[in-house]
């Protein structure tokens, strides 16, 4: 059974660091395309996402430079590394997962990815 469990979200500063962590059990990691998405308000927008089996690490350009996708295979977590946070970085992250390989595209576009996690609120205060 897959599971997604993220953590790592709360309150800071412009400027500060925060590392999100996603806790993934019942798949294997590097067959899976695994993904970051916010929310903040009704819409939800792609921020990250990694497909081992593919080589490819993709990020929005509302967060290139400033965020950094990654796998810990001995953990088994996907970690998000958010540096420089601005207020509008503000939401509920979600971590998902889906077998299609192909979804880890330039952007990351939203997608109904298989699997999601609970969320976890990020709160960025000016």
């Known amino acids: 059974q897959v599971q997604l469990a993220e953590s790592g979200g709360g309150l800071v500063q412009a400027g500060d660091s925060l590392r999100l962590s996603c806790a993934a059990s019942?798949?294997?990691?590097?067959?899976?395309?695994i993904a970051w998405f916010r929310q903040r308000g009704r819409e939800r927008e792609g921020v990250a996402c990694i497909?081992?089996?593919?080589?490819?690490?993709q990020y929005a350009d509302s967060v290139k430079g400033r965020f950094a996708i990654s796998i810990d295979g001995a953990k088994k977590t996907i970690d998000l590394q958010m540096n420089s946070l601005k207020p509008e970085d503000t939401a509920t992250y979600y971590c998902?997962?889906?077998?299609?390989?192909?979804?880890?595209?330039?952007?990351?576009?939203?997608?109904?990815?298989?699997?999601w996690g609970r969320g976890t609120q990020v709160i960025v205060s000016s």
């Open positions: 998902a997962t889906d077998e299609v390989p192909t979804l880890c595209i330039e952007n990351v576009p939203y997608y109904d990815y298989d699997y």
């Open positions: 019942g798949f294997t990691l590097e067959d899976y395309v």
């Open positions: 497909s081992s089996n593919y080589g490819s690490i």
